[in-house]
């Protein structure tokens, strides 16, 4: 059984900092790739950043504009873990973020360039609130 459990959501001032972590099970380290998305409250739902299940053959990791060089991805293939380190937080990055996987690097990158989600990742994990508020 495939599983993606995201944690380490919360309520942050701007400006501040949060590791959003994603534990994954059931699929292969070795031949998915993870991304996260968000969504906002009444917007739809994006990629934000992926990482390929091999980061030094692809390319490595990549992020949609609005959040590049404040966002972080990796991952601990040993652990089975993809982490979302997150800086320099702005009440726009309020939304559900979702932990995602595809054994298609391309399925996941491509999001990073829409407004709306094209064709849907094989698995999602349930979600996990991250809010941005003084």
């Known amino acids: 059984q495939v599983q993606l459990v995201e944690s380490g959501g919360g309520l942050v001032h701007p400006g501040g900092s949060l590791t959003l972590s994603c534990a994954v099970s059931?699929?292969?380290?070795?031949?998915?790739?993870i991304g996260w998305f968000r969504q906002a409250p009444g917007k739809e739902r994006e990629g934000v950043s992926c990482?390929?299940?091999?980061?030094?053959?692809?390319?490595?990791?990549f992020y949609r504009t609005s959040v590049e060089g404040r966002f972080t991805i990796s991952r601990d293939k040993v652990k089975k873990m993809v982490y979302l380190q997150m800086t320099n937080l702005k009440p726009e990055d309020t939304a559900v973020y979702y932990c995602?996987?595809?054994?298609?690097?391309?399925?996941?990158?491509?999001?990073?360039?829409?407004?709306?989600?094209?064709?849907?990742?094989?698995?999602w994990g349930q979600g996990n609130q991250v809010t941005v508020s003084s």
């Open positions: 990482i390929s299940s091999d980061e030094n053959r692809e390319g490595g990791a």
């Open positions: 995602a996987a595809d054994n298609l690097l391309s399925v996941l990158y491509r999001e990073l360039h829409t407004d709306r989600i094209i064709r849907q990742p094989e698995y």
């Open positions: 059931g699929i292969s380290s070795d031949t998915y790739s």
